[in-house]
Structure formats: structure tokens, C-alpha cells
């Protein structure tokens, strides 16, 4: 889904739809997209203090507004995926580490 969204996003830069917020945001530039996505990031730190419902419509705008960020500075999903994938082993080495220790 987040791919499909990302797609999206992707194709408002080669094919501009009227009316289109993604457009408005690509039109205004990289300072109003990383304005955006500092606002929406202190929203979700205020919502983490209230309920549910309402982290989740903040974790999702961020999450739309980060992806806008990707497009705009051509950064794709796979790049993002391998970064994680390279700390998923890591992580996974530290663990053990720690388990050797802890024998
Ligand atoms: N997922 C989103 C999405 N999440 C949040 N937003 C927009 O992000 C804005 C956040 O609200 P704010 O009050 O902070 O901002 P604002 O006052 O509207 O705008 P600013 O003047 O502050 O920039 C709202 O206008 C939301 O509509 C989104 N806009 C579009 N999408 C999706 O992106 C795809 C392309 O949408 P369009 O580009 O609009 O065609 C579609 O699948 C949409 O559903």
C-alpha cells in the first residue's frame, strides 16, 4: 500500500494533476516539503500523548509527507529497503554478541 501510494506520489511529478496536493507541495519545493514533514513530525509527538485514533491520522500524514520527500529527492523505496535490511544484520549480530555475554 505504501508502494501503490508511493507510486502515486511518483507519478504527480511526471504527469501534474490539477487540483493535486502532491503537485502543490512538488510546485512550492524541497523547504515547504521539509517544513511539512517537521510539522507533522512534532504532531505525531503531540498525539502520542493523546489518543489512538489520532497518532495514527499523524503517523499516516507523516508517512504521506515522508514519501513525498522520497520522490522529491529521488530516493526510492528499495534504497530505504536495503539501508533496514543492512541493520536488520546488525542488529541481529549485537543480539547474539549480547547472548554470548550473557552465557
Ligand atoms: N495520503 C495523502 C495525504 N495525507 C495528507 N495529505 C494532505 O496533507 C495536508 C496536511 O494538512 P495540513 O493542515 O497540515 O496542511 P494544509 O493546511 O492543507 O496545507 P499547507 O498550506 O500547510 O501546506 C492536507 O491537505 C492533506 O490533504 C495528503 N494528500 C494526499 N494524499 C494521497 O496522495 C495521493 C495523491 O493525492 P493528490 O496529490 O492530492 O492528487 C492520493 O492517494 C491521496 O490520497
Redesign the pocket.
Known sequence: MIEE?YQ??KS?KQVP?E???????FDKGLD?ILK?VG??ATEVVIAAKNDKAELIAEI??LT??ILVLLAEKEIALEEIREELGKREGKISKTKDRKEITDL
Not at 19 to 25: C, D, F, I, P, Q
Open positions: 501510494l502515486e506520489i504527480r494533476k487540483g493535486s496536493y502532491t503537485n502543490y507541495l515547504k511539512k510539522e507533522e499516516s500524514d504521506y509527507h
